[in-house]
């Protein structure tokens, strides 16, 4: 709680799935919180989030499922942000502090940035917080026991939905090339990276930290990978081993 008696929203990082993959501050912050928000699941699931902190919540935590449509139409989504602030309000406005917790790092296309500029928005006397996490690039690294950057190496990251134009234009100007939300566009992708002699140092990482990992390394003969959302591909593109 502020000095004005206004609770404060934190948003939490919670790291790309392991639970032991949290930050010691934001588990804290979630321990001590009376109300722990989270992106709402999808079919009546648990989200990712949600799943991540399950174990480090106590019965008497509020908790606060967040509904984030999955869709492009920008009125849609505005409501959704205005109603998702005004439950955080709720309880901010009564002095209560909440924690908003989203899988990977909060301000690495994440949903808390909408949550938080909303309420600003709405409530400029509003007070957020921001405790990073590890994000999934990173993850992804890890578990392919490879470091993502070293030297000079310039790292691009396309967020979704690439043309091919702006694909073949990362290729040309970036050393090493993250694709974020790649399971609805493999094949393209796939088809792209072939012409471009780049299947041999390409990796597709789903769930990574998860006890159901998966990791697909040289994709030659993978045209096809029926791919969960949580999943991206990591293009070597052009490397630099010791030596090189
Ligand atoms: C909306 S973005 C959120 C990114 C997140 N804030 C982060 O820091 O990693 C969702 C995308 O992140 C990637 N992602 C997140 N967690 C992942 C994981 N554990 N394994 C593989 N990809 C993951 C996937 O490409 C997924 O489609």
């Known amino acids: 709680m502020n000095h004005q008696g206004v609770g404060i929203l934190y948003g939490v990082g919670a790291g790309p799935g392991d639970p032991e993959l949290m930050t010691l501050k934001g588990l804290r912050i979630v321990q001590r919180s009376p109300v722990i928000a989270f992106p709402a699941g999808v079919d009546g699931k ?3 989030a949600q799943r991540i902190i399950a174990e480090w919540l106590q019965p008497e935590q509020v908790q606060l499922p967040l509904i984030f449509p999955y869709v492009q139409d920008e009125n849609r989504l505005i409501e959704a942000w205005r109603s998702a602030a005004a439950q955080v309000w709720h309880y ?4 209560q502090d909440v924690a908003f917790v989203s899988e990977g790092d909060v301000s690495f296309y994440s949903t808390f940035t909408y949550l938080a ?3 600003q928005h709405e ?3 509003a007070i957020v917080q921001t405790i ?3 994000s999934s690039p990173m993850a992804a690294a890890a578990a392919l026991g490879i470091p993502l950057t070293i030297r000079s190496q310039r790292l691009l990251v396309l967020p979704a939905l690439y043309s091919v134009t702006e ?6 100007c970036a050393d090493v090339l993250v694709l974020m939300k790649v399971s609805s566009v493999y094949e393209q992708v796939w088809s792209v990276l072939h012409r471009h ?3 041999h140092r390409s990796y597709v990482i789903e769930r990574a930290t998860l006890p159901d990992q998966i990791i697909h390394a040289d994709l030659s003969d993978r045209h096809t990978l029926k791919l ?3 999943s991206l591909l990591i293009v070597m593109i052009r490397s630099q081993g010791v030596g090189e």
Do not use: D, I, K
Not at 167 to 172: N, Q, Y
């Open 132 to 134: 990073p996490g590890v």
């Open 92 to 95: 901010l406005r009564q002095g």
């Open 117 to 119: 500029q909303t309420l």
């Open 197 to 199: 002699q780049l299947l």
């Open 46 to 48: 648990p989200g990712m």
């Open 123 to 125: 409530h400029p006397e």
């Open 228 to 230: 969960p959302y949580f």
């Open 167 to 172: 694909l073949e234009t990362a290729l040309s």
